[in-house]
């Protein structure tokens, strides 16, 4: 236990200044919790910036809602009143459940020109015939209880051009439909698309959107039923809003069990007040550097940051630990210093492949973890000292060394132990873990809600958000035109199962040599009366029945095709513009397809034709956390190499140098083989956690390999690096109990790394020497 302290007013200042330090810092530097910095970029030019547009285009407003829990007829009634308040509510574009077509000045627009922009032939064909069969439709339609559908469509679009534009632009859905309402093909639940008009990252926005809907929900729900959303704005949200718990639950829970982990071993406040300082300085300067380096910080990076505590108060309380009441301030460090300050460079060492695997929201948790590492160990050597020497701050003198010091006889045993990692290193070269590419090992996205995502896009037909053939072309004109020309491909790739329907921008605008191709075909007034008093010869409609037909015809055949920026529609024009769009000085299109069955028959399709690239976002990602996976593997290869020269530059002496890297070695070794055992895969995030491993065993194994010059001094060092080794299990022991799955993957692995290099580090420890020779670290 810790004497009273002698002068406690330079520590209770420095104490007082790191924290309104700290408090300026946070107060100045926002966290930001979206997952934008944990997603791969692309490997090109081309890739980075098609991905980046996918990510945050179109295919990122969706939200596919779905209700269940109830009978057909109650779910269709929900359903439309959800739909009814989510349309009123403007947050969205499309509000679409099956039975709600544009309307107001979206109407008004796409009913102008129905004849430039409706897809097929037959909304334009005129000749007699047709005009017969279509004005027969009309009159079956107003002898039935469609009446006032055809008093307000059907004289003025006999072909019924509208509607089948009103088709083109409504999504496919694969299931049934109820009272006009979607359902699931084979379950009793109804399907509700929407497109946001606010960004799918904006998480602001999107958090106001779910709660609409959630809000449009419980005013429409009955008893037993339930809602089910998803879609990549969903996702984001949950993910942050997962993060922020995290965050939260980190930092409590972090602070909580250090503090009583430093009591229980210090039983001082003024301990506690010493190590406060050193943690809320290296806090502070590791979010400023990372503000600096990045732009921002990540709640990821903070909340990791939180759980560095374990590790970044290892320097001071080594410190206070190894300190005897009464001594001067540099006598601790003259006996642990250069172990210290090894410790130190081989712990940040051991975060290169963090720092340098490429992807830069790991890279932002690297850089925060070298920069508080660092800020803590510079506090503890030039500035705790002298404070703790005023207040002389010691563990106090051991009076039960023999208690603690029985557990040297263990290491009678040690080579029992190293056959543990002669028995791993076997398995790894029988059974050598496989490598994790897949992205999904990064995502904050539970499996489950990816399979519900996948479920609810089949039914309701979205497109695939993971796939994206891209058109690129000088002119927008250019886009569109080879857009139309792949149109026959499309539909034969539909056809032949290989995917479902498609979203891209000549669906919506043809280009203006086809626009001007169908204005060619529409007849003038007076070939399209004679033909329409032909037509009604022996039908009942009287003579100027069909006049605003004739007039709309004829003020279509007046128009100029429609450009991009004459689709003023607020529909139109939402829906256009993330498909359809010009950056530098280059102009793309987007095809989204939904439901891909057969990736590689759609790659073949496309592979010959000319300024068409098909981006599999799911094969891209995985080839990026490959290429990332590899840098970090190198990296960690490289900062081995460099942890070992400096070892031998520092200890100049091959037995310590020998014991050190044994024991770290030994921890790596038996939990890969472990890894490989139990069948999991070799990620980034388990490459990464075990070079930090290392990095925090070589802290253990430089400490117990150090000469000690008597028992005493062997005790203080079983107490301090129990002490240390205590903190770092549980603070990355609740890290992996996050619901962040990177987080929870480097919490169980930097944890159970840090317990086996503990132990390989204990047995392979230095005898204790009794020569005084050996005093110095």
Excluded at 562 to 585: E, I, K, N, W
Aim: one cysteine or more; charged letters at 15%; a neutral charge.
């Amino acid at each position: 236990m810790t004497a009273r302290p002698r002068s406690i007013k330079p520590l209770a200042i420095g104490l007082l200044l790191s924290l309104v330090m700290a408090a300026c810092v946070f107060v100045a530097i926002p966290l930001r919790t979206d997952m934008a910095g944990f997603l791969p970029a692309g490997r090109t030019d081309n890739t980075r910036f098609i991905m980046r547009e996918v990510q945050s285009g179109s295919a990122a407003t969706v939200i596919l809602a779905a209700i269940e829990g109830a009978a057909p007829d109650v779910l269709a009634r929900a359903s439309q009143t959800m739909a009814d308040s989510l349309a009123a509510s403007g947050l969205f574009v499309t509000v679409t459940n099956g039975s709600r077509p544009p309307d107001g000045a979206d109407e008004a627009f796409l009913f102008s020109h129905r004849y430039l922009l409706a897809p097929p032939a037959s909304a334009r064909d005129f000749s007699v015939d047709a005009l017969h069969d279509d004005m027969q439709a009309v009159l079956d339609m107003m002898e039935s209880s469609a009446e006032p559908l055809a008093e307000h469509y059907g004289l003025a679009d006999p072909t019924g051009a509208f509607m089948a534009l009103l088709r083109a632009w409504a999504p496919h859905s694969h299931g049934r439909s109820i009272d006009g309402v979607w359902f699931a093909p084979e379950r009793d639940r109804a399907l509700i698309l929407l497109r946001t008009r606010a960004n799918g990252m904006d998480l602001y926005a999107q958090k106001q959107v779910q709660a609409a809907i959630s809000a449009a929900y419980a005013a429409a729900a009955q008893p037993g039923m339930h809602l089910l959303m998803s879609g990549p704005a969903v996702f984001a949200l949950k993910a942050s809003h997962a993060m922020q718990a995290d965050v939260e639950f980190l930092s409590t829970a972090s602070m909580l069990l250090v503090t009583a982990v430093l009591i229980w071993r210090f039983r001082s406040p003024w301990v506690l007040a010493a190590m406060g300082i050193a943690f809320a300085l290296s806090l502070s300067v590791a979010m400023v550097v990372v503000r600096v380096l990045f732009g921002y910080v990540h709640g990821i990076s903070f909340g990791f940051g939180m759980t560095m505590l374990g590790v970044s108060l290892d320097y001071p309380v080594l410190l206070i630990g190894h300190r005897d009441q009464g001594e001067a301030a540099d006598a601790p460090l003259r006996r642990i210093g250069t172990s210290l300050r090894l410790a130190v460079t081989s712990a940040c060492l051991g975060l290169t492949g963090m720092v340098f695997c490429g992807l830069p929201g790991l890279a932002q948790l690297g850089v925060f973890s070298v920069a508080g590492l660092l800020s803590a160990a510079a506090t503890t050597l030039w500035l705790l000292p002298r404070l703790i020497q005023k207040a002389d701050l010691s563990p106090g003198v051991a009076t039960h060394n023999d208690g603690i010091l029985r557990i040297e006889s263990w290491r009678r045993y040690r080579l029992w132990f190293l056959i543990l990692p002669v028995i791993g290193a076997g398995v790894l070269a029988v059974h050598p873990p496989r490598r994790e590419t897949d992205i999904a090992s990064l995502s904050p996205v539970p499996p489950a809600l990816r399979a519900l995502d996948a479920e609810l896009r089949h039914e309701i037909g979205a497109p695939d958000a993971g796939q994206a053939i891209i058109v690129q072309a000088p002119t927008v004109q250019g886009v569109l035109e080879r857009e139309g020309q792949l149109m026959p491909v499309l539909d034969a790739l539909q056809a032949r199962g290989v995917m479902g329907d498609a979203e891209y921008a000549a669906r919506f605008l043809p280009s203006i040599t086809v626009q001007r191709a169908r204005i060619a075909s529409l007849p003038d007034t007076a070939e399209l009366t004679r033909r329409l008093d032909a037509a009604r010869a022996d039908l009942p409609f009287q003579p100027d029945a069909f006049a605003p037909f004739v007039q709309d015809v004829a003020a279509t055949r007046a128009m100029e095709p429609l450009q991009p920026h004459d689709m003023t529609s607020p529909l139109v024009a939402t829906r256009l513009a993330p498909l359809l769009f010009a950056r530098q000085g280059q102009w793309f299109g987007v095809i989204l397809p939904e439901t891909v069955r057969d990736t590689a028959a759609l790659a073949t399709a496309f592979a010959t034709q000319p300024d068409i690239m098909v981006l599999n976002m799911r094969h891209e990602t995985n080839a990026i956390v490959a290429d990332h996976m590899h840098q970090a593997l190198w990296w960690t290869v490289a900062g081995t190499i460099m942890a070992v020269a400096l070892l031998a530059l520092g200890l100049r002496d091959v037995r310590r140098l020998a014991r050190v890297c044994v024991a770290v070695g030994s921890a790596g070794i038996v939990i890969m083989a472990a890894m490989a055992v139990l069948g999991v895969r070799l990620s980034l995030i388990h490459v990464i956690s075990l070079q930090f491993v290392m990095g925090v065993g070589l802290d253990y194994a430089l400490f117990f390999a150090r000469p000690q010059i008597d028992r005493a001094e062997r005790a203080r060092t079983l107490r301090t690096l129990l002490t240390c080794n205590t903190m770092t299990l549980l603070t990355f022991g609740i890290l992996a109990c996050c619901r962040t799955p990177l987080l929870r993957d480097i919490g169980s692995t930097v944890a159970i790394g840090a317990f086996l290099a503990m132990l390989f580090s204990f047995m392979m420890a230095a005898p204790v020497t009794g020569t005084a020779r050996q005093v110095r670290s």
